[in-house]
């Protein structure tokens, strides 16, 4: 009975332990509380994926604290953006318009449609749902956006206006369907007056491959000072 009870407690011991660890390794997307319709929440940025693996710590050493910065308004930037954070252990903060764009505005033919507007008015500065994010506790702003006839959607040029990125490592990347980065990326370091280490950017085919992302991060990361 004795040696019964002793199995017994081992046992009820390791279905404790595993749930725990089970509990401590949750997915991003599963303890991010962000969506595209997050216009309504109070708390735009998330937390990092929790892991015990060693490997995941030594990259957040090596990045700093990092927090990916994204628009996205057909998805492509936003499924970077979350494979950026979940490979760098960092957070996301999605920029959401106060007033959110439908298909109609983003019809890249009509010349009376808001994103062409928009672009066409380099003092355009679309409103960002939200009080500012506080960059100050974070070490790298990887900041990600779509591009829209050649250029950054001009709210991304409110965002950059609103934030300081001194002393930080800012990674800027982009989708889109045919262009390259051009000049969207230097446009927005010269916004934010050069100030912190803006790295060059990158631009994504809209369909870019996930080990492409990872490539990639894993040969800036070797570069990195
Ligand atoms: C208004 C508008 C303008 C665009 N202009 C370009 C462009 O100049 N060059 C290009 O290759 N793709 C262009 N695209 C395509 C987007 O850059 C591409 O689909 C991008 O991946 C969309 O990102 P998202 O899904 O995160 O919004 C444009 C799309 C829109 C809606």
Known sequence: MRMFKKILSVVLSAVVLGGMAACSNKPVSESSGVSLSAATEQSLITT???TTEPSDTEKESKWGKAVVVY????????EVALKIASEVGGSTYEIVPVKQYTQDDLSSTNKRAR????????????EIYGTPVDLSSYDTVFIGYPVWFSQAPRILYTFV?????????VVPFCTSENSGIGTTATDLAE???NKGKWLTGTRFAASVKSTDIEQWLNALESRLA
């Open 48 to 50: 990092p994926r929790e």
């Open 71 to 78: 628009f996205s308004c057909t998805g492509n930037t936003k």
């Open 115 to 126: 994103a062409y507007r928009e672009q066409s008015d380099k003092n355009a500065r679309p």
């Open 161 to 169: 206006e609103n934030h300081s990125f001194e002393g930080k490592t």
């Open 191 to 193: 916004l934010a007056e």
